[in-house]
């Protein structure tokens, strides 16, 4: 019916890496082949799914660690267990303002409110790497038009509100309230590209 806010994945890397940007940080793995890891929330996450387009793209030999959780994943970056972590803003920019990671890029549209420093993936020049995490608001098929109608009016009018604005920029989350068609049309964009990658990195349901 309606995409209600999106929000970005955030590539982060333990400070010890020899990488200040994105670019040193493709020319390290390119250099090492299969001594760096990335971490992330989940088998099929987003973390895990812009990982494995990245992968993919570049041609790296990166390895993908799993974790039961954003939160857990940025820990082992932290850590050093893992020196790269793509995750999201809302675990991903409190370590970052406390200097226990560094954030090489914002992998989504825009730069974040609370990261404004952090470039995005296409200004660190790499336009074709883009993996927004979204939530949208669905109702069953058949729902009458004219409750389409109103339900989306209403969302789209509070995602707006300025006070909701203002809480979802400090998770990293931004406001969208699109057309039912617009929607509808994007749902169909992200299952064909997202699949392409899943069958690429030959990812299964567990």
């Known amino acids: 019916m309606t995409l209600a806010v999106t929000t970005p994945v955030v590539l982060a890397v333990h400070p010890s890496l020899r990488a200040s940007t994105f670019k040193d940080l ?3 793995v390119k250099a090492n082949p299969g001594k760096y890891s990335f971490a992330s929330g989940g088998p099929g996450s987003p973390g895990h799914l812009v990982g494995e387009q990245f992968r993919l793209s570049l041609g790296l ?8 959780s954003a939160g857990v994943a940025i820990g082992s970056t932290i850590g050093g267990h893992t020196p790269i972590s793509i995750v999201a803003p809302v675990a991903t920019v409190p370590q970052v303002q406390e200097g226990k990671v560094r954030a090489l890029a914002v992998i989504g549209k825009t730069r974040l409110q609370t990261l404004p420093e952090v470039p995005t993936i296409a200004e660190a020049g790499y336009p074709d790497i883009l993996g927004e995490n979204w939530f949208g608001v669905l109702v069953p098929a058949g729902t009458p038009k004219e409750i389409i109608q109103v339900l989306h009016r209403e969302i789209a009018k509070a995602v707006e509100h300025p006070d909701t604005k203002e809480r979802l920029a ?10 039912p068609d617009e929607f509808g049309e994007q749902i169909k964009v992200e299952i064909a590209k997202w699949a392409t990658v899943i069958r690429a990195a030959g990812i299964k349901a567990q």
């Open 170 to 179: 400090a998770l990293g989350l931004d406001p969208v309230g699109n057309s």
């Open 61 to 68: 030999d990166l390895v993908h660690v799993p974790f039961n």
């Open 26 to 28: 493709v020319e390290l």
